[in-house]
């Protein structure tokens, strides 16, 4: 007969949602990088993209500091998620051509949110 003494199930590892991406500080765009996403947005007539990219370049304000302003112009619903922010700024630096996980924003001690 076999004993089992005080059998505690082991919970699965679960994976670090950062697992695989660079962490810490990421380089800033340089100035090139800076013009031919404004000329992505302009010519893709995002203007609302380009309007958001603008205040966040030329305002030097952290990606959560965007998303906290509430301009019906910039979010049409009133508010922006950091998350849908993030997703953004990806999608600018990839319309240029460069890796959008080399040019982050989002900094690497801030939780994940559900």
């Given amino acids: ?7 505690i199930p082991i919970a699965p590892k679960r994976q670090p949602w950062n697992k695989g ?3 810490g500080p990421k380089p800033p ?3 090139k990088h800076v013009w031919s996403i404004r000329t992505k947005l302009q010519i893709d007539r995002r203007t609302r993209d380009l309007a958001m990219f603008n205040l966040a370049i030329e305002s030097k304000l952290r ?6 302003l509430k301009v019906e112009d910039v979010a049409p619903s009133g508010s922006l998620t950091t998350r849908q922010y993030a997703r953004l700024v990806s999608d600018w630096i990839a319309s240029i051509g460069l890796d959008p996980n080399l040019f ?3 900094r690497s001690d801030e939780p994940k949110r559900p």
């Fill in 104 to 106: 982050g924003h989002i």
């Fill in 21 to 23: 991406k660079l962490i």
């Fill in 63 to 68: 990606g959560c500091d965007v998303v906290a």
């Fill in 1 to 7: 007969m076999l004993h089992h003494e005080n059998h």
């Fill in 29 to 31: 765009l340089r100035p």
